[in-house]
């Protein structure tokens, strides 16, 4: 068997494995995050019935099993990305790093201008990871029910 990774388009097959990795991969932010993420209320049924009304997901496999995804969707004229996921026992392999180039792959191949995320201010990390990547802050939001930001919408010109 090929260790080879494997990026590829998702479809509704996908949909349970792509749940389980965004479960596992966001376990570690449960209680640390105010509010709390949503990624930890995504279902399998939720994440088919995004893939078929119009978002998309890329799944990086490995031997046959799904080890990262990241899901997208058309924003304000750019590709959006978010749920970035990568099981623990596969990080420091640069998975994320590859993800998000073909989150931009796809956004050329589309013709659009730019790719976005959103990320949490308590992940500085991450906001890290996404700077060297190239994308800039363009604005702040607060969640519901909150008065102060706690999001960072980030932007990639391509």
């Known amino acids: 068997m090929s260790d080879t990774l494997v990026l590829r388009a998702a479809d509704a097959a996908d949909a349970s494995a792509i ?7 966001f376990a570690q932010y449960r209680g640390k995050l105010v509010p709390e993420s949503n990624a930890f209320r995504e279902t399998p049924q939720a994440i088919a019935d995004q ?4 978002s998309g997901a890329i799944v990086a496999e490995r031997n046959g099993i799904v080890i990262g995804c990241v899901m997208t969707e058309p924003l304000d004229g750019d590709l959006y990305f978010g749920r970035l996921a990568v099981l623990p026992e596969a990080r420091g392999l640069g998975i994320a790093k ?10 050329r191949r589309r013709g659009l201008p730019g790719v976005r995320l959103g990320v949490r201010i308590a992940l500085a990390e991450n906001q890290r990871l996404f700077q060297s990547l190239g994308y800039r802050e363009i604005s ?19």
């Open 19 to 25: 749940a389980a990795v965004i479960a596992a991969a």
């Open 51 to 54: 893939l078929a009304t119009g």
């Open 140 to 158: 702040r939001e607060a969640h519901p029910g909150f008065d102060h930001p706690t999001s960072i919408n980030m932007r990639k010109a391509l």
């Open 98 to 107: 590859r993800l998000i180039a073909a989150v931009e792959d796809d956004a």
